[in-house]
């Protein structure tokens, strides 16, 4: 499966975002999907995860109740939907496959696409 993740740009503090990741290749209907971001100068982070339905979810602890992932497993593609951003929140977000959402928030991922880039200014 490739993935491709796209929405990024530069955003004030305060501000929002929805970015999106489409699968291409197969489907990802019984995946789970995650998005992890990399920071300028730190190692890779997990953000966000979802199991195939998006019943069970898993989020980074500092982006709970600002973040939430959803999915559309019709159309191939996983959501990020980012509100209330803040300059911490700067980074090149991936978005990555994995056997479980346990699995992703523990930083497993099976395949991983291109990122797309976030800068949150003050």
């Known amino acids: 499966v490739q993935l491709q993740a796209s929405g990024g740009g530069l955003v004030q503090a305060g501000g929002s975002l929805r970015l999106s990741c489409a699968a291409s290749?197969?489907?990802?209907?019984?995946?789970?999907m995650g998005w992890f971001r990399q920071a300028p100068g730190k190692e890779r982070e997990f953000v966000a995860s979802?199991?195939?339905?998006?019943?069970?979810?898993y989020y980074l602890e500092s982006v709970k109740g600002r973040f939430t992932i959803s999915r559309d497993n019709a159309e191939g593609t996983i959501y990020l939907q980012m509100n209330s951003l803040k300059p911490e929140d700067t980074a090149v977000y991936y978005c990555?496959?994995?056997?479980?959402?346990?699995?992703?928030?523990?930083?497993?991922?099976?395949?991983w696409g291109q990122g797309t880039e976030v800068t949150v200014s003050s």
């Open positions: 290749g197969r489907s990802i209907g019984r995946d789970a």
């Open positions: 990555a496959t994995g056997r479980s959402s346990w699995d992703l928030r523990s930083g497993r991922g099976n395949n």
């Open positions: 979802s199991n195939w339905s998006g019943g069970s979810t």
